[in-house]
């Protein structure tokens, strides 16, 4: 009986295919049932809340459907299917994602509007879950979008932070931190699964021995043990599947300890259940920047064993071997975050399912894929071998074990005593520690970078030992964005513009937009281009109103960068030439500068002093430029607090210019310069990450390059880089590197910026001065063509025309391609 179908099941009741009905009476019907009978709410007292989580719970309704049909489908076919492993996920608000996924956005908001409720105030009722620090979340979950749409069996394994990224306030110009309760009413989207859940171990010893049939057998005998339960949500993909993201929340394995009866001890066991609880309480707030903090390993440590576990129970309850595990599953580590998995992964096989070493690890180097997202060396995750043999201490053993024998391997391969030091897994420089790209390398079939140029730097750079060792093993997957959400859904005047020119086969094709090419310099379609773009800069002019209290004027060139601040993104690079601007408009040199609003957005990592004063900096100029009406007829300059996606999905459909200026060779990738060129931006920006491929799609003559290469950046370094020199002789930039210091700016406060000053004049790590002149040139030439308008609107366009390449849809189907072997199962109803 377990093998009946759903349908069969509503069948035999005589309900129909048991389907949630997508018609307007339907979802009317629904939404009251659950306002009343789930919420049990009388009208009098219904709040928003109350409204927002009685049409997600209906909406809610409708993706389970999907996503059991899904499950149908990929069982009787025998799929194979991956598994994400991601510490972050940053889905962004799911309510209007949903509606466009089951094509019944007018549909709610009709059976609303009947209701006297309006599907806007509902959408910004909603809460985003933050479980991520920014791209690599982010990319997490543009990849599930993807995955569900293109029918891949497949499901994203992390961790459910109680609190997500902190919330940013801007106090006195200041970064403030709060924190970030984005559960405190209840989140209606998830199922909680009492049922699946794990216990995880942590700490203690291990016992070595024979047993009865002879076998080595290695008992870890804990300190402690948490009990790990699965929270679903379902994902949909457009028109089709559902898939889930199965996130685990840490608990203790018994709420109370029943043996213990005086009320100390009854206290004790609470506190026990607290401490547990801890692991999945908060997300580590650092991108990019790592402190190798024990509850972080806990964390990862926590969210893989569930997993895997998970994922053995699936293989085993339908009556699989587990020798057959890597060709049912591929598991992607979305960077070394989960990369203990590769050791658990063993412990599982090796000591609780008795399978020899060589079999075990021929089937996990079988099952890992790994991806990584960055050659920043504090970036790289590495543990103390004391840490991780006091938390994880036979994952110690294991990797010990698997390191001496892929040392062997080398020496017998002839590799130099040298080499073999740096490909070890163990770093001896130093607090011996261990090296976690290195074990991800060793225990995968495949690794990835996350654009052509970043893939290529790291086989030249980082991991260039192991590309000599398994050229094979290398491959690139360049980094997509869905389409979906950050065009469709974020900007459907510009959506509906272009669907009502080529149709809307772009919404699971987005290379369908080449057809948009013909239309590039159409006077009529220019005008509605723009007609679009001036709407969103009104929307987005009021939203700043809203948040900032400053008012600007959507006719100006929104010049943006939003992203994490951080100095290899050089933010400050942007301030510099804002403040050349000021000088100038002070000095009444205004010809030649277009008016210009200049918008930032992002978080700093709390413990980043520079990149939190690269925020004051901001809010300094912004102060002194805004006040000014000299100067605020020219240029306006606004930092947007609490960036994350919501915001964004505002931010980049009114944006003009989109600021990529990165350092190069240091952003792996990026993901926002896809998303602000899909909405109709410009590019301005540095031969880094996925910018390369970005001009190479669009043509050099619709971007704005400036800045060395990667190369040049080499050779400046080799040459003995001296900033103080470019300060020296060059005017200008001498002008505003002291402006920094200058009473004007910091209201007296002279010493406020010195640490950026100092920091720039005698390190400028990220070639900061070398750039500026690069960079103030190029926006001469963006403001040029800013005044003619037919001319940008046409390279406006053509860059949408030609970002095919850049839809997660592509990205997904490579990996299926280049490294998972699977294939879609299509589903469409
Ligand atoms: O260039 C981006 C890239 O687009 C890169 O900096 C980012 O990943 C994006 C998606 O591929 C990234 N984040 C992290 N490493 N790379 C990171 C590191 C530690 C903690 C949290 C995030």
Redesign the pocket.
């Known amino acids: 009986k377990h093998n009946r179908s759903i349908e069969s099941y509503f069948e035999s009741l005589g309900t129909g295919a048991g389907e949630v009905g997508l018609s307007k009476e339907d979802i009317t019907k629904d939404f009251l049932h659950k306002l009343f009978y789930h919420l049990g709410r009388v009208p009098a007292l219904t709040t928003s809340n109350d409204i927002y989580t009685a049409m997600a719970l209906t909406i809610r309704d409708r993706a389970l459907r999907k996503f059991v049909r899904s499950i149908e489908k990929f069982t009787q076919q025998d799929a194979r299917g991956i598994a994400y492993f991601s510490a972050?996920y940053l889905p962004g608000p799911h309510l209007g994602n949903n509606l466009l996924n089951l094509e019944i956005v007018d549909e709610t908001k009709a059976a609303l509007t009947e209701l006297g409720l309006d599907l806007d105030e509902l959408l910004d009722e909603e809460e985003e879950p933050g479980l991520g620090?920014?791209?690599?979340g982010r990319?997490a979950s543009c990849f599930m979008d993807s995955l569900a749409t293109l029918g891949i069996p497949s499901i994203a394994y992390g961790i459910r932070y109680e609190f997500g990224i902190f919330k940013q306030e801007i106090r006195e110009g200041w970064q403030m931190e709060t924190t970030d309760k984005w559960l405190h009413n209840g989140n209606p989207w998830e199922v909680m699964r009492p049922e699946i859940s794990y216990v995880v171990k942590f700490g203690g010893r291990t016992e070595h021995s024979t047993n009865g049939q002879n076998r080595y057998q290695v008992d870890w005998l804990p300190e402690s043990e948490i009990k790990g339960t699965a929270y679903d949500t379902p994902i949909l993909g457009y028109q089709s599947n559902g898939i889930i993201m199965r996130l685990w929340k840490a608990e203790a394995v018994e709420s109370f300890d029943f043996s213990v009866y005086n009320m100390g001890d009854y206290y004790r066991a609470v506190e026990k259940k607290l401490r547990s609880e801890n692991i999945t309480k908060v997300l580590y707030p650092?991108?990019?920047n790592?402190s190798g903090k024990e509850l972080r390993l806990k964390q990862q440590y926590f969210f893989v064993s569930c997993s895997l576990q998970d994922m053995i129970n699936l293989h085993t309850t339908q009556g699989r071997e587990l020798k057959n595990f890597h060709e049912k599953f591929a598991i992607q580590l979305n960077?070394t975050?989960p990369s203990i998995a590769v050791a658990e992964l063993m412990r599982l096989f090796v000591d609780e399912h008795e399978m020899e070493w060589d079999e075990a690890w021929d089937i996990t180097r079988n099952t890992f894929a790994y991806t990584n997202?960055?050659l920043l060396p504090e970036?790289l995750e590495k543990w103390a071998v004391s840490l991780l043999g006091r938390i994880l201490p036979r994952h110690l053993e294991i990797i010990y074990e698997i390191n001496s024998r892929f040392l062997e391997e080398l020496r017998d391969k002839g590799f130099s005593g040298d080499q073999i030091a740096r490909m070890s897994l163990i770093d001896e420089n130093g607090e011996p520690s261990v090296r976690m790209a290195h074990l991800a390398t060793v225990g995968s079939f495949k690794v990835n970078g996350?654009s052509e140029l970043h893939s290529r730097l790291l086989k030249s750079q980082v991991l260039n030992d192991f590309a000599g060792l398994w050229p094979q093993k290398f491959t690139n997957v360049t980094?997509g964005v869905t389409h979906r959400r950050f065009l469709a859904m974020s900007n459907p005047g510009l959506a509906n513009l272009i669907s009502e020119k080529i149709g809307e086969g772009w919404l699971t094709d987005l290379t369908s937009f080449k057809e948009l090419e013909k239309l590039a310099e159409n006077e009529d379609f220019q005008k509605r281009w723009r007609e679009v773009k001036l709407q969103n800069k009104q929307a987005l002019t009021q939203f700043i109103k809203e948040q900032t209290g400053v008012t600007v004027d959507p006719e100006m060139l929104f010049d943006v960068q939003v992203k994490r601040i951080h100095e290899y993104k050089r933010q400050h690079l942007m301030v510099l030439h804002i403040i050349d601007l000021y000088l100038r408009i002070k000095d009444g040199k205004t010809e030649n500068i277009a008016a210009s609003t200049f918008i930032f957005a992002g978080k700093a990592a709390p413990g980043y002093f520079l990149a939190k004063l690269i925020i004051r900096l901001i809010t300094a100029v912004a102060e002194l430029v805004n006040e000014d009406e000299e100067v605020n007829r020219f240029i306006k300059v606004v930092f947007l607090p609490n960036f994350n996606v919501k915001q964004a999905q505002r931010i980049y459909p009114a944006a003009d210019l989109s600021e990529q200026i990165s350092m190069a060779g240091k952003?792996?990738?990026?993901?926002g310069n896809m998303k602000f060129a899909l909405n109709g931006a410009l590019t301005i920006g540095t031969l880094d990450?996925a910018n390369v491929e970005i001009r190479e799609e669009v043509g050099e003559e619709n971007f704005f390059l400036f800045g060395q290469t990667t190369e040049e950046i080499q050779q400046t370094r080799n040459e003995g880089y001296r900033p103080y020199q470019y300060y020296e002789e060059n005017p200008k930039l001498k002008k505003v590197l002291d402006f920094l210091s200058s009473e004007e700016l910091t209201k007296g406060d002279t010493e406020l910026f010195k640490p950026l000053y100092h920091n720039l004049l005698q390190q400028d790590p990220y070639q900061l001065l070398k750039d500026f002149d690069s960079y103030c040139s190029k926006k001469e030439e963006v403001f040029k063509l800013w005044n003619d308008k037919k001319e940008w609107t046409k390279k406006s366009i053509l860059n949408v025309a030609r970002m095919g390449k850049f839809s997660s849809d592509r990205s997904i189907r490579d990996y299926c391609e280049k490294i998972w072997n699977v294939k879609p199962v299509k589903l469409k109803e």
Not at 667 to 671: C, D, F, L, M, W
């Open positions: 972050e620090n920014g791209g690599l990319l650092n991108d990019e790592l960077d975050h997202h960055t970036a996350v980094n952003e792996a990738s990026g993901t990450g």
